[in-house]
């Protein structure tokens, strides 16, 4: 009833004992919090407005340290490292962990939000969020957009099974950690793959949810219990949870609580008064809380204001979260989440602590500094502490031995990115293109000749196995079909019934090591294992090569935010948006005709966009990226749009590659005698009405037309810009590639 859900999952007698040293483990924890608070306080003193985040590391950082000390293991040679997708908001934790670690020195911390001064003096600045884009030693997942965080989470862990199902790599006893934070479970995309989690048995991901009942403005539910919420939502889901909600303080008033007053209490008081008895002191909880009837008052009559001040939430109590974490890692056969009861702001005092404003607080005066180095009985003098010293113990202390033995023990340190893999063999073009090169005005649209480029590369010895076909429900209409024969989909448990279509050649093979991930009508879902493929060379050693194909218009206008994510931890390879353009297919509406997608992956940094025309340029420009990303292993990957029309497809000359990679070349010449001439540009889905009108300007207005395959507008936009940068720099610089194309053409 209502008595267990205001208790933890883990009972006292239940849990294990402790294997570390409490003492020693707390002080670590107060000198990382010191760290990580004058971190973000020297930032504000030196740009007054330069923000940063105190509060949310001050609730999170007794979970992050416990599972540092004991839990999340780095790669020892033998065993590849767990993945922990850290809370965002409290990253300094992270950054001043390093910091005592010896990864990084007082001048990045120093420099934390200043990466452009700091860049200017040759240091490594530190920024906001975690962004492997800009620290691409450190970090391994960009979690600053909130929900992004979990449901990458998820098809993390799923992606590694799905390596492990196909041999591809050893990911046994590897674990997922995601740590959010319990207003960030209200973004859709944060609950969106719960289901999907339980469903695939996928025990290898732990969500840890931060509850420290506080969003931005206030509370996350100030009339509810946001954990009876979520406890409800994940075991509905499938999901083992476990509740770690009050720390050993309590253990022997609930022990004394034979007529479960304190229990039916808890269960009854909502979060905003939680919230109230957080920011407050122990007469006021003894008041308010305590004094709300003659047995609860009498459970604690034998404590001290002082005494019930102490009492802590369980995820400040490294006991209680080394319990639920445990209990968490041994489960099998379901995910788990730990719901961790937090304050936020914790030990922050009146300026912070349980306040409704504590997410805004940057800026600390000198009361407070000297306030929080008591609280947490730092070695600091006064002017150290005004200052926002930083502070980190002699080598050789028993802090820092203690530190690095329990890194020692667990494999190193995290996070860290490994930016290479071995290259994989690209097969020849002609191998497996020699079709769209040689077409001789064959008619087809350039989706099937990407079909039968990937039905080509699949049945490649060395590239094949590594590459993730990804499709949102719509493998038939792109003609995929074939390839569920081919090389089937995958489905952890195999295929446990007989397909209606058993008979047919398309046949819906499910098979325990498919290769197709068919993600059902979820772009986000698709999107999330397109990025855990895309950046395996990184996060497993393994390079893969994915492709995800969908309509353009669900592409970045629908998980744009997605695409922006997986640029930031440098993915490579392919999406590819079908059905571009002002579409033919017929039936469609508006919500197909897609004039925008190409303009939004333009301005994505690493994402090189192109819309060819023909088959002949897709081809190229698939082979040209393999090269760049399993060869050269460049951190970009490819958005080339295809087209659903079939159009007679002209035979592409190797001297007309250059040019469709640098995103332009000569398609065909008007008649050389006409003086009358002008340049038509067009590619992707507009290229037939391009040589329509130049039939039509030639034959009824004596106008010659030289038709140009503009591959890439993008791709010559940045050429230019390059270019100009040169120049501008007083540098060497040559005509961009379009002038150099145009240069000898006349008329407009």
Request: aromatic content about 10%; glycine content about 10%; hydrophobic content about 40%.
């Amino acid at each position: 009833g209502r008595d267990s859900v205001a208790r933890n999952t883990v009972a006292a007698a239940a849990q294990p004992n402790f294997p570390g040293d409490l003492a020693v483990e707390e002080r670590l924890a107060s000198l990382i919090r010191w760290n990580a608070l004058a971190m973000v306080v020297r930032a504000n003193q030196a740009y007054g407005e330069l923000g940063g985040h105190i509060a949310s590391y001050a609730s999170a950082a007794d979970l992050f340290e416990t599972g540092f000390n004991h839990f999340f293991r780095a790669d020892d040679g033998h065993q590849a490292a767990d993945l922990v997708y850290f809370q965002p908001h409290s990253s300094p934790g992270v950054y001043a962990r390093a910091f005592l670690e010896g990864r990084l020195g007082e001048e990045n911390l120093a420099h934390y939000r200043q990466e452009l001064v700091a860049a200017s003096q040759g240091i490594q600045g530190l920024c906001s969020y975690p962004h492997p884009y800009l620290m691409p030693e450190f970090w391994q997942f960009p979690t600053g957009s909130m929900g992004i965080g979990p449901i990458n989470a998820i098809y993390q862990a799923r992606f590694m099974r799905y390596l492990a199902d196909r041999g591809l790599a050893d990911t046994a006893g590897r674990k997922v950690w995601g740590f959010f934070g319990d207003g960030e479970m209200d973004e859709p995309e944060s609950i969106a793959a719960l289901t999907l989690a339980a469903r695939e048995g996928l025990d290898n991901c732990i969500f840890v949810i931060n509850c420290n009942l506080q969003r931005l403005d206030g509370p996350v539910r100030g009339n509810g219990r946001i954990i009876d919420e979520l406890e409800a939502l994940f075991s509905g889901a499938g999901w083992n949870v476990v509740k770690c909600l009050w720390g050993s303080e309590w253990d022997a008033l609930l022990a004394r609580d034979h007529s479960h007053v304190l229990a039916r209490t808890f269960a009854h008081t909502v979060d905003g008064e939680f919230q109230t008895l957080s920011a407050n002191d122990g007469a006021f909880n003894r008041e308010h809380f305590f004094n709300q009837c003659p047995e609860l008052a009498a459970l604690v009559a034998h404590l001290s204001d002082s005494d019930i001040d102490r009492l802590r939430r369980g995820g400040h109590d490294p006991v209680k979260i080394h319990a639920a974490f445990a209990s968490a890692a041994a489960h099998s056969g379901q995910p788990t989440v730990v719901l961790a009861k937090t304050v936020k702001g914790y030990g922050m005092g009146s300026i912070g602590q349980g306040r409704m404003t504590s997410h805004q607080q940057k800026k600390l005066g000198a009361e407070d500094l000297l306030a929080f180095r008591d609280r947490f009985n730092l070695p600091l003098s006064d002017d150290q502490a005004t200052s926002a010293a930083f502070l980190k113990p002699a080598d050789g202390s028993a802090e820092m031995r203690y530190l690095h033995a329990r890194r020692q023990a667990l494999g190193g340190f995290l996070p860290a990115r490994r930016g290479q893999a071995s290259p994989v063999a690209v097969p020849g073009l002609e191998a497996t293109a020699g079709f769209a090169l040689q077409a001789d005005g064959k008619p087809m649209s350039t989706t099937m000749a990407f079909v039968r480029q990937l039905g080509n590369l699949l049945k490649d010895p060395a590239l094949g196995p590594r590459i993730v076909p990804i499709v949102a429900d719509e493998a038939r209409t792109f003609g995929m079909a074939g390839l569920f024969r081919q090389v089937g989909i995958y489905a952890p448990f195999g295929q446990l019934y007989q397909p209606e279509d058993n008979a047919s050649m398309l046949l819906y093979r499910e098979d325990s090591s498919g290769q197709i991930l068919e993600e059902g009508i979820s772009e986000a879902g698709a999107l999330s294992s397109w990025t855990a493929a895309a950046t395996s060379y990184s996060t497993h050693g393994t390079a893969m090569l994915p492709f995800f194909i969908f309509y353009s218009m669900f592409g970045f206008q629908r998980v744009g935010d997605l695409i922006w994510a997986a640029a930031d931890q440098r993915a490579r390879g392919f999406l590819i948006g079908a059905t571009s353009g002002r579409t033919t297919l017929g039936g469609e509406g508006l919500q197909h005709q897609d004039g925008s997608s190409l303009l939004s992956a333009s301005t994505v940094p690493n994402c090189k966009s192109y819309d060819p025309a023909f088959a002949g340029e897709l081809a190229v420009i698939i082979d040209h990226g393999m090269q760049r990303m399993l060869q050269e292993q460049r951190d970009e990957f490819f958005y080339i749009t295809v087209t659903n029309e079939n159009v007679a497809n002209p035979s592409l000359p190797h001297e007309a590659h250059e040019g469709v990679i640098r995103g332009m070349y000569q398609l065909q010449s008007g008649p050389a005698q006409s003086t009358r001439r002008v340049q038509l540009l067009g590619s992707g889905a507009i290229m037939g009405e391009v040589l329509k009108a130049a039939v039509i300007l030639e034959r009824e207005h004596g106008v010659a037309a030289d038709v140009w395959s503009v591959t890439s507008y993008a791709e010559l936009a940045r050429d230019g810009e390059a270019q100009l940068e040169r120049w501008r720099a007083g540098e060497a610089s040559a005509p961009s590639w379009f002038a150099q194309q145009l240069a000898a053409s006349q008329g407009p």
